[in-house]
Structures are given as structure tokens and as C-alpha cells.
């Protein structure tokens, strides 16, 4: 049988290499890679305003519905999937990968979320902890696309998890529904962290990002399309895993300028080793949206603090309102780099 994945040599346009190279990390998947300039000449976006009260009257309710999950026991959208215990949570990731419904109908996607779940899900629980460690490299990532390339880097469990629910979960109609999306999607990585990985950190962020497919590019039966990430976790192995989202993000949106904070916390001799680039839970969710938008692009989105949503007894609007968090000056340098505009519907732009 033909390889799913079309192997090939990082080459030189990857600018940040010499960073991997230093510490010997290599993916296991790189597939073709796509330039900004390969993307969607057209693409119509979400029409959303903020605050989230205006959200409702300027919301598109987009025409064609996804159909119910073929699999409705195992959704995020379940009524009692806020409660979830780490098994349900694991029971769920195994069974969209390694049965992925028809509605998943790219095979690349279904043997990238093959390799997510058997690469980095299950051995990340099995070692108790997010990044898992290789043989011949320090850390072993992922390369994940659209079914068009692979270059968005999945560098532990948290993002793995992310996107395996991006990919498998019917959309929502509502902005509201998005935010109960990220809402549990960070109550789940709280409850695998307390379970499965107690000797390490919790995530710090996470977000969410929503963006509209153009017409005939959608997976399954949805029209939009999202991604949720964290942040990168305090645990053994994160600096090599910084170190990959930072040479993605230079390849994908072109060679960034320092990270703004980072300049700023040398200037004030602070400790500068939190503010580069890649720690951010927007990083992910942004390059999943470049793919999608076209200049001027325009995303739309939340990034909340993961904790305070996460130890709620259920979704609840008042916590993650509170939670919301602005864009970082140095989130907010990628997407001007990007040329991507930014609706976040807790703070005006
Ligand atoms: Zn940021």
C-alpha cells in the first residue's frame, strides 16, 4: 500500500532549522508544504462583532447544517461531557482515531489522526506526561495539515487533543457554541492533566479560532471550520517544543521579528525565557486559520485562562467572560505579520 504521507527533506526555506538541528529534533511526518501564497485566493468569514451581546444580531446562521455525529455518545457537544472522567475523555480520542466515521472522508486526515492517537495520545498517558520522548530525537512531534501539506506542528497531548476535536466534531451555529467548545475542551485537558499528568503543569491558555470554509473545501458536512490549542505546558521537553512551533511559525508566515516581548524583557533585564515565540495557545489556532483566510484575512476568536474555566462546575458565560484574555503583544505581531485580522469577541480590536 502507497504511504499516506509524501516524505520529504526539510529544505532550506524552513528558517528556522538551525534551531532543530542544534537539538537534533526531526519530525516523523512532513508532508508538502504550502507557502502563504498557495492559499485560498477567496474565502468568506464569519461576520461577528464584539462584544458578545451584538454577537448574536450580526451572527450568519450558515445555510447547510452538519448532520448529526455518527457517533452522538461520543461528542463534545454531549450533554455530560463537562464531567467526563479521564478514561471517557481517552475512550473518546481512541475511538474517532482509530474508527474515524465516514464523515471523515480525506484519508490523510484519517491516518494523521491514527498517528495522533498512536504517537503522542496514548503514549503520552502511558508515561504520564504531555510531551513524549524519542529514541533518536528528544521529542516526537506531528505534522498535521489540511489533506493540502502538513505544517502545523502537534508537539504533546494538548494540541493533539485539540485537533483531533477540530477535526471530528460537527460545528457550531452559534459563537456561544464555540465557546462551550473551548470551555470544555479546556475543562478536558484539566481533568487528563489532575489524572494523568500531576507531575507537570497545567496549560495556562487556551483558544479558540473560527473561520468560514470556502465553499466546496469543508470537511464532512460543516461550512466552518475551528481550531482549538493551549498554551505550551510547564513540563520536561517544552523548550523543544517551543523551539518547533517557532520554526513553523517563521515558515509558515515568513521570518518573524524577535517576539515584542521578549525585546521588551531584555531591555528591562527580566527572565525572557516565557515571552518567545510559540508559547501562546493563539500560535496553533492562528496557523490553522492562515490556511483559511486570504488578505485581508479576518479570524475570529477567544483565548480564555484555562483554570478558572476549567474548574467551574459546568460552562458557565460569567466565568469565561471573566476568563477572556486580550491577544499578547506578541500574538498580536504574528497576525499583523500574517496579515490577519483578528475579531475577538471579548475585546475591540
Ligand atoms: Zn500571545
Known amino acids: 500500500m502507497a504511504p499516506i504521507f509524501r516524505s520529504t527533506t526539510l529544505s532550506a526555506r524552513f528558517t528556522g532549522n538551525h534551531l532543530l538541528r542544534k537539538h537534533r529534533i526531526h519530525p516523523l511526518v512532513v508532508g508538502s508544504h504550502q507557502s502563504k501564497h498557495d492559499r485560498q485566493a477567496k474565502v468568506s468569514v464569519l461576520c461577528l462583532d464584539t462584544p458578545l451581546d451584538v454577537i448574536s444580531r450580526c451572527y450568519s446562521k450558515p445555510p447547510a447544517l452538519p ?198 524583557a531584555i531591555k528591562q533585564g527580566e527572565d525572557c525565557g516565557r515571552v518567545k515565540w510559540g508559547h501562546c495557545a493563539e500560535t496553533l489556532t492562528t496557523m490553522c486559520s492562515y490556511f483559511h483566510v486570504s488578505f485581508p484575512g479576518l479570524m475570529c476568536g477567544v483565548t480564555i485562562k484555562l483554570k478558572p474555566v476549567a474548574k467551574a462546575p459546568k460552562y458557565m458565560q460569567v466565568t469565561f467572560k471573566n476568563a477572556a484574555l486580550e491577544a499578547c503583544d506578541n500574538c498580536k505581531t504574528m497576525m499583523k505579520h500574517a496579515k490577519i485580522v483578528y475579531n475577538d469577541w471579548y475585546h475591540q480590536g
Open 67 to 264: 448532520g448529526p455525529t455518527p457517533h452522538p455518545q461520543w461528542s463534545i457537544h454531549h450533554p455530560n461531557s463537562w464531567n467526563w472522567s479521564s478514561g471517557d475523555i481517552i475512550t473518546y480520542l481512541e475511538r474517532w482515531c482509530s474508527n474515524p466515521s465516514d464523515d471523515i472522508e480525506n484519508m490523510v486526515d484519517r491516518q494523521e489522526l491514527r498517528q495522533l492517537y498512536n504517537r503522542i495520545v496514548q503514549p503520552s498517558c502511558e508515561r504520564g506526561t504531555p510531551f513524549v520522548a524519542g529514541t533518536t530525537s528528544p521529542l516526537i512531534y506531528l505534522t498535521v495539515g489540511h489533506g493540502r501539506g502538513s505544517c502545523i506542528p502537534i508537539t504533546e497531548f494538548y494540541t493533539a487533543m485539540g485537533w483531533i476535536i477540530s477535526k471530528v466534531e460537527s460545528h457550531g451555529t452559534h459563537p456561544l457554541d464555540y465557546c462551550k467548545i473551548l470551555a470544555t475542551y479546556a475543562k478536558w485537558c484539566h481533568t487528563i492533566w489532575k489524572d494523568l499528568f500531576p507531575g507537570t503543569c497545567v496549560p495556562t491558555t487556551a483558544s479558540i479560532k473560527v473561520v468560514a470554509l470556502p465553499s466546496g473545501v469543508s470537511h464532512g458536512s460543516a461550512r466552518h471550520s475551528f481550531w482549538v490549542s493551549t498554551s505550551l505546558p510547564h513540563a520536561n521537553l517544552k523548550e523543544e517544543a517551543r523551539l518547533i512551533r517557532e520554526k513553523y511559525m517563521h515558515d509558515l508566515f515568513g521570518r518573524l521579528p524577535d517576539a515584542p516581548i521578549y525585546v521588551e
